[in-house]
C-alpha cells in the first residue's frame, strides 16, 4: 500500500498559472450561498501565508441575519487541504486533495460575511486545523501507512538542509535558492530500507547568483513577485542517504528586468519571522507541530504595515 508512495515525489517540472475564476455575485438571498462559500474559501486561501491551499469539503451549516439593507452570514465549513503549496500558482478550485496514506489535513471553519451596498466582504474567519486522521487512529486503519512528523523536526530538518544543497549544486538557475518552509514530513518502515522519512519542502530564490561566496543559507530571498519557487520532494535512508529532490518551479509573477540605475528591492520577512506567525500561534487552541494552521482573521494585534506578508 505504502509502496507507491515510495515513489510520489514530485517530477521536475515548470508549472504556469491557471487563474481563479470569477466569483459570483453574494446576495441576503439563500440561492447564493454558495457564492458565499466561494467567496470564503478564496479569502482563507489569500489570507494562509504558509503551508498548503484549501478547498471545500462540506457546507456544515450558513446562517443569514438582516442588518439594515443588507445581512451577515455564518458560515460553518468543513475544508480539506490540497496538494498545492501556497506558492502554487494553480487555483485552489483545480487542485488535488490528498490521499489517505498521504496524510493530509483537514480544517473546520466558521466564517463572517457582511453584505452591504451589494458588496460582500469577509469579517472574520476561525479554523480548528487538525490531522485527517491521527497517526495512532491511521495506524489501525492502515498499518503500513507513513506516520505524520514535527515539521521542525532536527531529523527533518537535516535531510532537508542537505537536499536543499543538493538542489543547489545540481540546478542550472541563475540565483542560489533558499528553504522557505517544510510543507510536510512523513517516515515510514521499509522492510529493505529500515526507517524512512520523506520531507517535502518549499525553496524560494534569493539575490545572490550562483557561484558567489556568500553561503546560500545567508542569501536573502526576493521579494514575493519577483522571486521564483520550487516545491520539493526528497527521501532519506541510511542506506541510500538524501536523495536528490524532485521539484516543481514556480515561475515568478514578475520578471520584469530591473532598469537602469536600478537595484533589487529588498521586502519584509517571511510568514515564518514575522509577527504575523507569533500572533498567529498565541490565538490558535489546536497547535499541531505536524502541521501548518489556518491562522484567525482578523488576528487580535494589528500588524505594523512592513511587517505584512503577502505573496
Not at 505504502?2 to 498559472?17: N, P, R
Not at 537595484?263 to 519584509?268: D, L
Amino acid at each position: 500500500m505504502w509502496a507507491h508512495l515510495l515513489v510520489a515525489l514530485l517530477a521536475c517540472a515548470l508549472i504556469t498559472g491557471d487563474a481563479a475564476p470569477p466569483l459570483d455575485l453574494v446576495t441576503c438571498n439563500d440561492a447564493t450561498v454558495g457564492a458565499a462559500v466561494n467567496l470564503a474559501i478564496r479569502h482563507i486561501n489569500e489570507h494562509h501565508h504558509h503551508g498548503y491551499k484549501f478547498k471545500l469539503g462540506e457546507i456544515q451549516g450558513h446562517k443569514y441575519e438582516k442588518v439594515g439593507e443588507g445581512c451577515n452570514i455564518d458560515l460553518q465549513l468543513m475544508l480539506f487541504e490540497t496538494k498545492c503549496h501556497f506558492t502554487n500558482p494553480k487555483a485552489a478550485e483545480d487542485c488535488e486533495m490528498w490521499e489517505m496514506g498521504e496524510r493530509g489535513a483537514s480544517a473546520s471553519c466558521t466564517s463572517m460575511l457582511s453584505v452591504q451596498d451589494g458588496i460582500a466582504t469577509v469579517t472574520r474567519h476561525q479554523c480548528t486545523t487538525q490531522q485527517a486522521m491521527s497517526n495512532e487512529d491511521m495506524f489501525l486503519t492502515c498499518p503500513d501507512c507513513p506516520s505524520m512528523m514535527s515539521l521542525n523536526d532536527p531529523d527533518v530538518m537535516r535531510v532537508v538542509a542537505e537536499a536543499v544543497q543538493k538542489y543547489n549544486q545540481e540546478s542550472n538557475h541563475q540565483h542560489y535558492f533558499a528553504l522557505l518552509e517544510v510543507g510536510r514530513a512523513l517516515s515510514a518502515y521499509i522492510p529493505s530500507l529500515g526507517m524512512v522519512t520523506y520531507p517535502k519542502f518549499a525553496l524560494v530564490e534569493t539575490n545572490c547568483p550562483k557561484g558567489s561566496r556568500i553561503a546560500p543559507e545567508a542569501c536573502v530571498p526576493r521579494c514575493p513577485d519577483r522571486a521564483q519557487y520550487a516545491m520539493c520532494g526528497t527521501s532519506y535512508s541510511t542506506i541510500n542517504g538524501v536523495k536528490s529532490p524532485e521539484c516543481e518551479l514556480y515561475p515568478a509573477k514578475n520578471s520584469a528586468p530591473l532598469g537602469p540605475g536600478e537595484v533589487e528591492p529588498v521586502c519584509a520577512s517571511s510568514f515564518h519571522q514575522s509577527a504575523e506567525a507569533t500572533t498567529c500561534r498565541t490565538q490558535m487552541t489546536n497547535n499541531d507541530p505536524a502541521l501548518h494552521h489556518i491562522c484567525p482573521f482578523p488576528l487580535a494585534v494589528q500588524l505594523p504595515q512592513q511587517e505584512q506578508v503577502h505573496h
